[in-house]
T-cell receptor
Framework: DTGVSQNPRHKITKRGQNVTFRCDPI?????LYWYRQTLGQGPEFLTY????????KSRLLSDRFSAERPKGSFSTLEIQRTEQGDSAMYLC??????????FGSGTRLTVV | TQLLEQSPQFLSIQEGENLTVYCNSS?????LQWYRQEPGEGPVLLVT?????EVKKLKRLTFQFGDARKDSSLHITAAQPGDTGLYLC???????????FGQGTELSVKP
């Protein structure tokens, strides 16, 4: 297993378009997390899954954001009607029921 | 409101110097983790501390969790250019749950 894989690495989209990102976690990890990071800040929690169940979603997350993990393996994060303020690095991480996360390299979204 | 405050935010030092980064909160955490992040990449876990007063050493890096589990520090001895990066602390309130990150400390070590 080569770690957590995120695709695409970079995405440029026009304001108002929808975008979808994919995360493939480490295969034996049952927990999967999405974070967003803007320049000069630490990652900000968005949502997380245990297997296919979405256990928590940030109250800061607008209804334009949705995440799924249909078979408890890979996950997708969709942003509808993108806005310039959505420009950020979107990070995915996975873990087992211990304390350490393994992060992917992220998807950098630029909304123009 | 930043639940975890890191200081300093920026640190530029010469190779061979020592440094300490602090991570403070008014909240209690069940665990505290430190990550290092390079530009364009995701954070990489360095260490997890879970017991108040715990000290862990990783080569030239020493991590400490405060007795009350509200604060932590990272000390680097004889810094090297390869230590350059963004250092992030992150607190967890339950095992396997979400982490709350500090804003990071940008470290630059000049040769």
């Amino acid at each position: 297993d080569t770690g957590v894989s995120q695709n695409p690495r970079h995405k440029i989209t026009k304001r108002g378009q929808n975008v979808t990102f994919r995360c493939d976690p480490i295969s034996e990890h049952n927990r999967l997390y999405w974070y967003r990071q803007t320049l000069g800040q630490g990652p900000e929690f968005l949502t997380y899954f245990q297997n296919e169940a979405q256990l928590e979603k940030s109250r800061l997350l607008s209804d334009r954001f949705s995440a799924e993990r249909p078979k408890g393996s890979f996950s997708t994060l969709e942003i509808q009607r993108t806005e310039q303020g959505d420009s950020a690095m979107y990070l995915c991480a996975s873990s087992t029921l211990d304390y350490g996360y393994t992060f992917g390299s992220g998807t950098r979204l630029t909304v123009v | 409101t930043q639940l975890l405050e890191q200081s300093p935010q920026f640190l530029s030092i010469q190779e061979g110097e020592n440094l300490t980064v602090y991570c403070n909160s008014s909240s209690v955490f069940s665990s505290l983790q430190w990550y290092r992040q390079e530009p364009g990449e995701g954070p990489v876990l360095l260490v997890t501390v879970v017991t108040g007063g715990e000290v862990k050493k990783l080569k030239r890096l020493t991590f400490q969790f405060g007795d009350a589990r509200k604060d932590s520090s990272l000390h680097i001895t004889a810094a090297q250019p390869g230590d350059t990066g963004l250092y992030l602390c992150a607190g967890g309130r339950n095992q396997g749950g979400k982490l709350i990150f500090g804003q990071g400390t940008e470290l630059s070590v000049k040769p």
